[in-house]
């Protein structure tokens, strides 16, 4: 029934910006494609089956969708490193104890992971879900899940680290 | 690095997704190499790190262009209006900040020495102008480190204007405010109830007690039950052009 769609879709509006936002690396960007995604899912509603997770489906639809102009730009498979080369998160030592990132400094590291890592990071780091709610999501093998995520989280991990180590004077703001 | 777990596993075990022989296994290694676990809490904080560098969008209006999409949609259904979608999306909005964010604090008007208590002052101060010239969504300076993002417009059951608004505190942890302010009848904009949000719940702000069991929704419902019907972009490009009149 199209309805449930339509009734539930309100619901998960901000999460989605979140993840859109997070995938494409800037709140414009993240807009546009999740004004995009809400057109798309409005009209292949038929293609969602009821009772099923629509928050999955409207990820998938939002992750083509990204791919697609990835692929329109002639960028398919790249990272967005062009982009954010400025991901220099502070380095006032506050890493050390309890590690704090601002939106910016978030979005420069997943900027620099490839798209299929950055997706499941998204998915299972930031919106909560588990490795096998991932792998029906993304429908993957869930080792192509764990590996691909531990991948993600070591990258990440490692520029956490390098912008904590790096002197604050180098910063420039 | 070379470990005796390697960080599949390890990335497993800190996101809790082991069965309980592996993380047994994980466990024992970790009590044995202070290494491995230097290690797994630094996978461990760099997600948390992600995860709350996110959060604050939730908290961040869904832009009315997405909304026209649901309501182009819904309007090809009779029941449902635009209302309804705004509605939910809002709510949607806040039931996931409260579900995100751990710590709340209530605003209770009167002195206080912090500066996040000085905000609804300091709102007070701007808002005569800015809240008759800032669109919804739009962001503005309030002074030095303050900005104001009007959320939304509606009016209230007794026909008032209200604009519900976030403050953020771009000095400091990036505290926020989030309030409802309504037109009063000499042409003021007064704050009806503003509720304050702490990042960083662990040193609670002077003059501000925790917020007692079940309050995080209570902002949440305040704002539900004032809304009487949601004032629309283009309504509101006209109210501010006649100057809310």
């Given at each position: 029934?199209?309805?449930?769609?339509?009734?539930?879709?309100?619901?998960?509006?901000?999460?989605?910006?979140r993840?859109?936002?997070?995938?494409?690396?800037?709140r414009?960007?993240?807009?546009?494609?999740l004004?995009?995604?809400?057109?798309?899912?409005?009209?292949?509603?038929?293609?969602?089956?009821?009772?099923?997770?629509?928050?999955?489906?409207?990820?998938?639809?939002i992750?083509?969708?990204?791919?697609?102009?990835?692929?329109?730009?002639?960028?398919?498979?790249?990272?967005?490193?062009?982009?954010?080369l400025?991901?220099?998160p502070?380095?006032?030592?506050?890493?050390?104890?309890?590690?704090?990132?601002?939106l910016?400094?978030?979005?420069?590291?997943?900027g620099?992971?490839?798209?299929?890592?950055?997706?499941i990071?998204l998915?299972?780091?930031?919106?909560?879900?588990?490795?096998?709610?991932a792998?029906?999501?993304l429908?993957?093998?869930?080792?192509?899940?764990?590996?691909?995520?531990?991948?993600?989280?070591?990258?990440?991990?490692?520029?956490?680290?390098?912008?904590?180590?790096?002197?604050?004077?180098?910063?420039?703001? | 690095?070379?470990?005796?777990i390697?960080?599949?596993?390890?990335?497993?075990?800190?996101?809790?997704?082991?069965?309980d022989?592996?993380?047994?296994?994980?466990?024992?290694?970790?009590?044995?190499?202070?290494?491995l676990?230097?290690?797994?809490?630094?996978?461990?904080?760099?997600a948390?790190?992600?995860?709350?560098?996110?959060?604050?969008?939730?908290?961040?209006?869904?832009?009315a262009?997405?909304?026209?999409?649901?309501?182009?949609?819904?309007?090809k259904?009779?029941?449902?209006?635009?209302?309804?979608?705004?509605?939910?999306?809002?709510?949607?909005s806040?039931?996931?900040?409260?579900?995100s964010?751990?710590?709340?604090?209530?605003?209770?008007?009167?002195?206080?020495?912090?500066?996040?208590?000085?905000?609804?002052?300091?709102?007070?101060?701007?808002?005569s102008?800015?809240?008759?010239?800032?669109?919804?969504?739009?962001?503005?300076?309030?002074?030095?480190?303050?900005?104001?993002?009007?959320?939304l417009?509606?009016?209230?059951?007794?026909?008032?204007?209200?604009?519900?608004?976030?403050?953020?505190?771009?000095?400091?942890?990036?505290?926020?405010?989030?309030?409802?302010?309504?037109?009063?009848?000499n042409?003021?904009?007064?704050?009806?109830f503003?509720?304050?949000?702490?990042?960083?719940?662990?040193s609670s702000?002077?003059?501000?007690?925790?917020a007692?069991?079940?309050?995080?929704?209570?902002?949440?419902?305040?704002?539900?039950?004032?809304?009487?019907?949601?004032?629309?972009?283009e309504?509101?490009?006209?109210?501010?052009?006649?100057?809310?009149?």
């Open positions: 029934m199209p309805d449930e769609l339509t009734e539930q879709l309100p619901d998960l509006l901000p999460r989605l910006r993840f859109a936002i997070g995938m494409s690396g800037s414009d960007a993240g807009d546009e494609l004004q995009a995604a809400c057109e798309r899912a409005l009209s292949r509603q038929h293609q969602w089956t009821p009772g099923t997770r629509l928050d999955s489906w409207m990820y998938r639809i992750q083509t969708l990204w791919i697609d102009e990835l692929r329109r730009i002639g960028r398919q498979g790249e990272t967005m490193e062009a982009e954010i400025e991901y220099i502070a380095g006032d030592g506050r890493h050390d104890a309890e590690t704090l990132l601002t910016d400094e978030a979005l420069g590291a997943l620099q992971l490839p798209e299929d890592q950055r997706v990071l998915l299972v780091s930031v919106e909560g879900y588990s490795y096998k709610e792998a029906a999501a429908e993957l093998p869930i080792g192509t899940v764990m590996s691909r995520l531990a991948r993600a989280r070591l990258r990440l991990t490692s520029l956490i680290d390098e912008g904590a180590s790096r002197p604050a004077q180098l910063r420039g703001s | 690095m070379k470990h005796e390697d960080d599949e596993t390890l990335t497993a075990y800190v996101d809790g997704e082991l069965d022989a592996s993380a047994t296994e994980v466990k024992s290694a970790l009590l044995r190499d202070p290494e676990r230097r290690h797994a809490e630094r996978l461990h904080g760099s948390q790190a992600l995860r709350g560098a996110f959060d604050e969008l939730l908290a961040e209006p869904v832009p262009e997405v909304l026209d999409v649901l309501e182009r949609e819904r309007s259904s009779p029941v449902q209006g635009r209302k309804h979608v705004v509605q939910l999306a809002i709510a949607a806040f039931a996931l900040v409260i579900g964010l751990s710590g709340f604090w209530f605003a209770h008007t009167g002195p206080s020495s912090s500066s996040v208590g000085a905000w609804p002052g300091a709102l007070e101060a701007a808002s102008g800015l809240f008759d010239t800032t669109p919804s969504g739009a962001l503005v300076q309030i002074d030095s480190g303050l900005e104001l993002q009007p959320v417009s509606f009016r209230d059951r007794n026909g008032r204007i209200c604009r519900q608004y976030v403050i953020t505190d771009t000095r400091s942890s990036g505290a926020t405010a989030d309030g409802v302010a309504c037109r009063t009848g042409d003021r904009w007064q704050v009806e503003a509720r304050l949000r702490n990042p960083a719940p662990a702000p002077p003059g501000f007690a925790p007692s069991g079940g309050d995080s929704g209570t902002f949440n419902a305040a704002v539900n039950a004032l809304v009487a019907d949601p004032v629309a972009p309504q509101e490009r006209e109210l501010i052009r006649s100057n809310w009149r």
